[in-house]
T-cell receptor, first 112, second 114 residues
Framework: AQSVTQLDSQVPVFEEAPVELRCNYS??????LFWYVQYPNQGLQLLLK??????LVKGINGFEAEFNKSQTSFHLRKPSVHISDTAEYFC??????????FGTGTRLQVFP | DGGITQSPKYLFRKEGQNVTLSCEQN?????MYWYRQDPGQGLRLIYY???????QKGDIAEGYSVSREKKESFPLTVTSAQKNPTAFYLC?????????????FGPGTRLLVL
Protein backbone atom coordinates (compact mmCIF):
# COMPACT_ATOMS: atom_id res chain seq x y z
CA ALA A 1 0.00 0.00 0.00
CA GLN A 2 1.12 3.52 -0.71
CA SER A 3 2.04 5.85 2.12
CA VAL A 4 3.50 9.32 2.55
CA THR A 5 5.79 10.53 5.32
CA GLN A 6 6.40 14.14 6.11
CA LEU A 7 9.10 13.99 8.76
CA ASP A 8 8.88 17.59 9.92
CA SER A 9 5.65 18.66 11.57
CA GLN A 10 6.88 22.25 11.89
CA VAL A 11 9.57 24.23 10.08
CA PRO A 12 10.43 27.70 11.39
CA VAL A 13 12.44 29.96 9.09
CA PHE A 14 13.29 33.63 8.76
CA GLU A 15 12.03 35.69 5.86
CA GLU A 16 14.20 35.57 2.71
CA ALA A 17 15.91 32.36 3.86
CA PRO A 18 15.72 29.17 1.77
CA VAL A 19 13.48 26.32 2.90
CA GLU A 20 13.09 22.62 2.18
CA LEU A 21 10.06 20.61 3.24
CA ARG A 22 10.70 16.89 3.15
CA CYS A 23 8.42 14.21 1.75
CA ASN A 24 9.11 10.50 1.38
CA TYR A 25 6.73 7.98 -0.10
CA SER A 26 6.40 4.24 -0.42
CA UNK A 27 4.76 2.68 -3.42
CA UNK A 28 4.98 -0.50 -5.45
CA UNK A 29 3.63 1.15 -8.58
CA UNK A 30 4.60 4.14 -10.65
CA UNK A 31 3.70 7.24 -8.73
CA UNK A 32 2.07 10.54 -9.24
CA LEU A 33 3.07 13.04 -6.55
CA PHE A 34 1.50 16.29 -5.42
CA TRP A 35 2.19 19.20 -3.08
CA TYR A 36 -0.74 21.20 -1.74
CA VAL A 37 -0.77 24.32 0.44
CA GLN A 38 -3.41 25.21 3.01
CA TYR A 39 -3.71 28.70 4.44
CA PRO A 40 -5.46 29.04 7.84
CA ASN A 41 -9.11 27.99 7.81
CA GLN A 42 -9.13 27.46 4.06
CA GLY A 43 -9.18 24.57 1.63
CA LEU A 44 -6.13 23.15 -0.11
CA GLN A 45 -4.56 24.61 -3.25
CA LEU A 46 -2.28 22.73 -5.63
CA LEU A 47 1.32 23.98 -5.63
CA LEU A 48 2.74 21.50 -8.12
CA LYS A 49 2.60 17.89 -9.26
CA UNK A 50 4.85 15.27 -10.79
CA UNK A 51 3.35 12.93 -13.36
CA UNK A 52 6.30 12.01 -15.59
CA UNK A 53 9.21 13.54 -17.47
CA UNK A 54 11.59 16.03 -15.89
CA UNK A 55 12.27 15.25 -12.25
CA LEU A 56 12.39 18.93 -11.34
CA VAL A 57 8.92 20.36 -11.16
CA LYS A 58 8.21 24.07 -10.87
CA GLY A 59 5.02 25.30 -9.25
CA ILE A 60 3.27 28.45 -8.20
CA ASN A 61 4.63 31.09 -5.80
CA GLY A 62 8.26 30.24 -6.61
CA PHE A 63 8.15 26.70 -5.22
CA GLU A 64 9.77 23.71 -6.88
CA ALA A 65 10.15 20.04 -6.03
CA GLU A 66 12.46 17.27 -7.18
CA PHE A 67 11.34 13.71 -7.72
CA ASN A 68 14.03 11.25 -6.65
CA LYS A 69 13.05 7.69 -7.45
CA SER A 70 16.06 6.02 -5.83
CA GLN A 71 15.44 7.83 -2.54
CA THR A 72 11.64 7.72 -2.91
CA SER A 73 11.49 11.42 -2.12
CA PHE A 74 9.70 14.49 -3.40
CA HIS A 75 11.06 17.39 -1.36
CA LEU A 76 9.64 20.89 -1.76
CA ARG A 77 11.99 23.86 -1.94
CA LYS A 78 11.91 27.63 -2.19
CA PRO A 79 15.10 29.72 -2.41
CA SER A 80 13.70 32.73 -0.54
CA VAL A 81 10.52 32.62 1.55
CA HIS A 82 8.09 35.42 2.35
CA ILE A 83 5.86 36.01 5.34
CA SER A 84 2.92 35.14 3.10
CA ASP A 85 4.29 31.59 2.67
CA THR A 86 3.29 30.81 6.26
CA ALA A 87 0.87 27.90 5.86
CA GLU A 88 0.48 24.14 6.13
CA TYR A 89 1.97 22.09 3.30
CA PHE A 90 0.78 18.61 2.37
CA CYS A 91 2.51 16.05 0.22
CA UNK A 92 0.29 13.43 -1.44
CA UNK A 93 0.67 10.34 -3.62
CA UNK A 94 -1.96 8.99 -5.96
CA UNK A 95 -2.53 5.32 -5.35
CA UNK A 96 -3.56 2.58 -7.74
CA UNK A 97 -7.20 2.96 -6.74
CA UNK A 98 -7.24 6.57 -7.95
CA UNK A 99 -7.24 7.97 -4.44
CA UNK A 100 -4.93 10.57 -2.95
CA UNK A 101 -2.96 9.52 0.12
CA PHE A 102 -1.92 12.57 2.13
CA GLY A 103 0.96 13.05 4.51
CA THR A 104 0.33 14.53 7.93
CA GLY A 105 1.44 17.99 6.84
CA THR A 106 4.28 20.40 7.63
CA ARG A 107 3.56 23.77 9.14
CA LEU A 108 5.89 26.40 7.68
CA GLN A 109 6.22 29.44 9.94
CA VAL A 110 8.07 32.39 8.42
CA PHE A 111 9.38 35.01 10.84
CA PRO A 112 10.31 38.60 9.95
CA ASP B 1 -16.36 32.35 -11.18
CA GLY B 2 -15.92 28.60 -11.28
CA GLY B 3 -15.25 26.82 -8.05
CA ILE B 4 -16.41 24.75 -5.13
CA THR B 5 -18.64 26.12 -2.39
CA GLN B 6 -19.21 24.54 0.99
CA SER B 7 -21.81 25.58 3.51
CA PRO B 8 -22.13 26.37 6.26
CA LYS B 9 -18.67 27.57 7.30
CA TYR B 10 -19.35 26.50 10.90
CA LEU B 11 -21.85 23.89 12.05
CA PHE B 12 -22.86 22.84 15.52
CA ARG B 13 -24.22 19.41 16.30
CA LYS B 14 -26.10 18.25 19.36
CA GLU B 15 -25.92 14.74 20.76
CA GLY B 16 -27.88 12.25 18.65
CA GLN B 17 -28.44 14.70 15.82
CA ASN B 18 -27.77 14.14 12.13
CA VAL B 19 -26.31 17.11 10.26
CA THR B 20 -25.73 17.64 6.53
CA LEU B 21 -22.81 19.50 4.99
CA SER B 22 -23.33 20.99 1.57
CA CYS B 23 -20.85 20.84 -1.31
CA GLU B 24 -21.56 22.35 -4.72
CA GLN B 25 -19.27 22.72 -7.74
CA ASN B 26 -19.75 24.50 -11.06
CA UNK B 27 -16.57 23.15 -12.66
CA UNK B 28 -18.43 20.43 -14.56
CA UNK B 29 -16.30 17.83 -12.79
CA UNK B 30 -17.33 14.19 -12.73
CA UNK B 31 -15.54 13.18 -9.54
CA MET B 32 -16.17 14.53 -6.06
CA TYR B 33 -14.66 13.72 -2.67
CA TRP B 34 -15.16 14.28 1.04
CA TYR B 35 -12.22 14.45 3.45
CA ARG B 36 -11.96 14.85 7.17
CA GLN B 37 -9.04 16.82 8.61
CA ASP B 38 -7.92 16.47 12.22
CA PRO B 39 -4.88 18.23 13.70
CA GLY B 40 -1.67 16.32 13.05
CA GLN B 41 -3.40 13.64 10.97
CA GLY B 42 -3.58 15.14 7.52
CA LEU B 43 -6.62 14.44 5.36
CA ARG B 44 -8.53 11.19 5.43
CA LEU B 45 -10.97 10.16 2.72
CA ILE B 46 -14.58 9.61 3.83
CA TYR B 47 -16.46 9.00 0.57
CA TYR B 48 -15.92 9.65 -3.09
CA UNK B 49 -18.02 9.64 -6.22
CA UNK B 50 -16.70 9.04 -9.72
CA UNK B 51 -19.96 9.82 -11.46
CA UNK B 52 -23.56 10.79 -10.78
CA UNK B 53 -25.63 8.20 -8.87
CA UNK B 54 -22.52 6.30 -7.81
CA UNK B 55 -20.25 6.59 -4.77
CA GLN B 56 -17.74 4.50 -2.83
CA LYS B 57 -16.59 4.35 0.76
CA GLY B 58 -13.23 5.79 1.61
CA ASP B 59 -11.02 4.92 4.55
CA ILE B 60 -13.26 6.27 7.33
CA ALA B 61 -16.86 5.98 6.06
CA GLU B 62 -18.43 4.68 9.28
CA GLY B 63 -20.95 7.16 10.71
CA TYR B 64 -21.25 9.11 7.45
CA SER B 65 -23.52 8.93 4.41
CA VAL B 66 -23.59 10.69 1.03
CA SER B 67 -25.70 11.04 -2.09
CA ARG B 68 -24.88 12.08 -5.63
CA GLU B 69 -28.16 12.81 -7.38
CA LYS B 70 -26.77 15.72 -9.38
CA LYS B 71 -23.38 16.20 -10.98
CA GLU B 72 -22.75 19.48 -9.20
CA SER B 73 -23.78 18.42 -5.69
CA PHE B 74 -22.33 15.92 -3.19
CA PRO B 75 -23.81 16.44 0.29
CA LEU B 76 -22.35 14.68 3.32
CA THR B 77 -24.49 13.64 6.30
CA VAL B 78 -22.79 13.12 9.63
CA THR B 79 -25.02 10.70 11.50
CA SER B 80 -25.44 10.15 15.21
CA ALA B 81 -23.39 6.97 14.77
CA GLN B 82 -20.27 9.10 14.28
CA LYS B 83 -19.10 9.42 17.89
CA ASN B 84 -16.30 11.90 17.32
CA PRO B 85 -17.47 14.25 14.57
CA THR B 86 -15.57 17.38 15.60
CA ALA B 87 -13.25 18.12 12.66
CA PHE B 88 -12.70 20.25 9.59
CA TYR B 89 -14.48 18.77 6.56
CA LEU B 90 -13.21 19.41 3.06
CA CYS B 91 -14.96 18.72 -0.22
CA UNK B 92 -13.01 18.38 -3.45
CA UNK B 93 -13.67 17.68 -7.11
CA UNK B 94 -11.67 16.68 -10.17
CA UNK B 95 -12.29 16.29 -13.87
CA UNK B 96 -12.24 12.56 -13.45
CA UNK B 97 -11.01 10.12 -10.84
CA UNK B 98 -7.92 9.21 -12.86
CA UNK B 99 -4.72 9.15 -10.81
CA UNK B 100 -3.10 12.14 -12.45
CA UNK B 101 -5.98 14.55 -12.06
CA UNK B 102 -5.69 17.55 -9.76
CA UNK B 103 -8.28 17.78 -7.02
CA UNK B 104 -9.75 21.22 -6.36
CA PHE B 105 -10.85 21.95 -2.82
CA GLY B 106 -13.62 23.96 -1.27
CA PRO B 107 -13.07 26.29 1.73
CA GLY B 108 -14.23 23.70 4.26
CA THR B 109 -16.83 23.36 7.01
CA ARG B 110 -15.84 23.19 10.67
CA LEU B 111 -18.14 20.91 12.65
CA LEU B 112 -18.33 21.30 16.40
CA VAL B 113 -20.25 19.23 18.93
CA LEU B 114 -22.28 21.03 21.60
Amino acid sequence: AQSVTQLDSQVPVFEEAPVELRCNYSSSVSVYLFWYVQYPNQGLQLLLKYLSGSTLVKGINGFEAEFNKSQTSFHLRKPSVHISDTAEYFCAVSDRADKLIFGTGTRLQVFP
Amino acid sequence: DGGITQSPKYLFRKEGQNVTLSCEQNLNHDAMYWYRQDPGQGLRLIYYSQIVNDFQKGDIAEGYSVSREKKESFPLTVTSAQKNPTAFYLCASSTSSARQETQYFGPGTRLLVL
